[in-house]
C-alpha cells in the first residue's frame, strides 16, 4: 500500500500569511494526488487535483505542485475561512489512501 | 446540482449488520466510479470501497475486505455499502463520494462528497 506523510500535522499562522503543507508519498504516484479541505462538521470539499490543478469554484489562493513523491498544497495569503484540515489523496492505486491530516489553526 | 445523500446508519451491536445507502441526483450515475469514505470520531479520513460505474469491479480496504460489500442500483441512481459483522472499530461517519476521472490526463479525484451518516458499534 501507498502511504501518504502530511507535514507538519498541526499548523498555526496568521490571517494574510503565506503557507505550505506538504505530502509525501512512499513510492512515486506521477500526478495521482488530490488534495481536500475539510471545515468541522462538514464534507471534505475538493481543492486540488492532478496535483496542481484547481477545482473550479476554489479561490485562486490556492495552489499545488509536485509529482513523484513529494507534493505542496500552498495558501498564498489566509483568509478567515481556509481555517480547517486539509488532507491530501493518492489515486494512483488502490487502496486509495489519505494523508493523516494537517490542521491549520489561528 | 449534484447531490449526494447518504441514510442507514445508526447503533448497532458488535457482530451485526448494516446497510447504508446513497442516494444520488443531478448527474448521470451509471457514468462515473462511486465511492464510500469513513471517518472515526476526532480521527482523518479512511477509504473504504469503490466501484465502478457498471458496477462490474470494487475494491476495498483491507480493514473491511470480506465483511463490507459495495453495490449500486443504476436504475435507481443508488449506492449501497453492505456491513456486516460490524467491530467497534467500524465506528464512524461513513460518506460517499463520485469518482470523477479526467478526460485527459486519466487522473481520478473525488467530487463532491455527501455529508455522511453515522455508524456507531457498541454493545
Known amino acids: 500500500d501507498i ?16 503557507v505550505t503543507i506538504t505530502c509525501r508519498a512512499s513510492q512515486g504516484i506521477s500526478s495521482y494526488l488530490a488534495w481536500y479541505q ?6 471534505p470539499k475538493l481543492l486540488i487535483y492532478a496535483a496542481s490543478t ?13 509529482s ?7 495558501i498564498s495569503s489566509l483568509q478567515p475561512e481556509d481555517f480547517a484540515t486539509y488532507y491530501c489523496q493518492q489515486l494512483n492505486s488502490y487502496p486509495y489512501t489519505f494523508g493523516q491530516g494537517t490542521k491549520l489553526e489561528i | 446540482e449534484v447531490q449526494l ?18 442516494a444520488a441526483s443531478g448527474f448521470t ?16 479520513l479512511e477509504w473504504v470501497s469503490s466501484i465502478s460505474g457498471s458496477g462490474g469491479n470494487s475494491y476495498y480496504a483491507d480493514s473491511v ?11 435507481r ?15 464512524a461517519v461513513y460518506s460517499c463520494a463520485r469518482t470523477v476521472r479526467g478526460a485527459i490526463s486519466g487522473v481520478n479525484w473525488f467530487d463532491p462528497w455527501g455529508q455522511g451518516t453515522l455508524v456507531t458499534v457498541s454493545s
Open chain 1, 68 to 74: 513523484g513523491t513529494e507534493f505542496t498544497l500552498t
Open chain 2, 65 to 75: 475486505k470480506g465483511r463490507f460489500t459495495i453495490s449500486r442500483d443504476n436504475s
Open chain 1, 38 to 43: 475539510q471545515k468541522p462538521g462538514e464534507a
Open chain 1, 3 to 18: 502511504q501518504l506523510t502530511q507535514s507538519p500535522s498541526f499548523l498555526s499562522a496568521s490571517v494574510g500569511d503565506r
Open chain 1, 54 to 66: 484547481l477545482q473550479r469554484g476554489a479561490p485562486s489562493r490556492f495552489s499545488g505542485s509536485g
Open chain 2, 77 to 91: 441512481n443508488v449506492l449501497y455499502l453492505q456491513m456486516n459483522s460490524l467491530r467497534a472499530e467500524d465506528t
Open chain 2, 29 to 44: 450515475f451509471s457514468s462515473y466510479a462511486m465511492s464510500w469514505v469513513r471517518q472515526a470520531p476526532g480521527k482523518g
Open chain 2, 5 to 22: 445523500l447518504e441514510s442507514g446508519g445508526g447503533l448497532v451491536q458488535p457482530g451485526g449488520s448494516l446497510r447504508l445507502s446513497c
